[in-house]
């Protein structure tokens, strides 16, 4: 048997491809037959013809006819409206509120308020803007002036409590960088 493959192997893939080929060739002519015969049994759509090269005819041009001017008299069409005095309406002073002495910045350098744990560059920044730049403010805020930085605080609203502000900036203000490293780290 292997004697016969060898002997017609060459000849028996040969016809193997042509079969395949053939094969191929019908299956995409049905394909094809398939396409035309759906093509010949759809609505034929049809053209509209041509138009003229010639344009249309241009349209006529409107033709303004004049109007004569009638007087009019405005003040019996709409009726007089009695003249008053504008009341002016009361105007209220913008609410003074009055600026606690530990808010207010003092007239000398700001303090790095980035020794303080958990104050950041953000934070420094946002507490700069609400005017509180040195140790000594932060030391001196009561509960009231706690609670009203720590509602501008905005994500960061929390950290004067949970950090121990207070406290710190008490350290720092006096000086004391020895008792504050020994209770918040080194600085």
């Not at 002997?7 to 398939?34: E, M, P, T």
């Not at 009341?87 to 009055?98: C, D, K, M, S, Y």
């Not at 790095?112 to 803007?129: A, F, R, S, W, Y």
Request: aromatic share 6%.
């Amino acid at each position: 048997m292997q004697e016969f493959f060898i002997d017609y192997g060459l000849w028996l893939l040969i016809a193997l491809l042509i079969i395949i080929g053939i094969v191929f060739l019908l299956s995409g002519r049905q394909k094809a037959d398939q396409a035309d015969d759906a093509a010949s049994t759809a609505p034929v759509e049809q053209k509209p013809a041509p138009l003229a090269s010639t344009p249309p005819p241009p349209a006529p041009k409107a033709v303004a006819v004049p109007v004569p001017m009638v007087p009019v008299d405005v003040e019996a069409i709409i009726p007089a409206v009695p003249e008053t005095e504008p009341v002016a309406a009361p105007v209220e002073a913008p609410p003074v509120v009055p600026v606690s002495p530990a808010v207010t910045a003092p007239s000398e350098g700001p303090d790095d308020l980035l020794k303080l744990k958990g104050v950041g560059p953000k934070l420094n920044m946002l507490l700069i803007e609400l005017g509180v730049t040195r140790f000594a403010q932060i030391a001196a805020w009561t509960d009231a002036d706690l609670a009203a930085i720590d509602a501008k605080l905005g994500n960061f609203k929390g950290r004067p409590v949970r950090d121990q502000w207070i406290d710190q900036a008490k350290y720092l203000a006096a000086g004391d960088v020895a008792g504050f490293e020994a209770k918040y780290g080194k600085i």
